[in-house]
């Protein structure tokens, strides 16, 4: 399982929506292909909704399942019918 830490996301110690739309930008999301995708909820900042839409919009053309939470508690949001 891939794993999207929104720590990564953070500028000058928060989220902002600038710098965070940029950084989604430069992300190759075919490493993502197929895969199983964690979104970690448990960041050292309050995380606005529209990051998880926004990152959740982006994997949700490649990946075959996204999930939310911690790897012992996850919260499936996505799942990519295969039928």
Known sequence: METIYLDDFLDEGIIREKSFR?????????DYNAKRVMIKGCTSVPVPTWAYLIL?????????????????????IYNRNKA
């Open 22 to 30: 940029q950084k989604v930008s430069e992300i190759n999301w075919d």
């Open 56 to 76: 959740t919009a982006q994997l949700a053309q490649v990946a075959d399942d996204i999930l939310y939470g911690e790897p012992c508690a996850t919260v499936k």
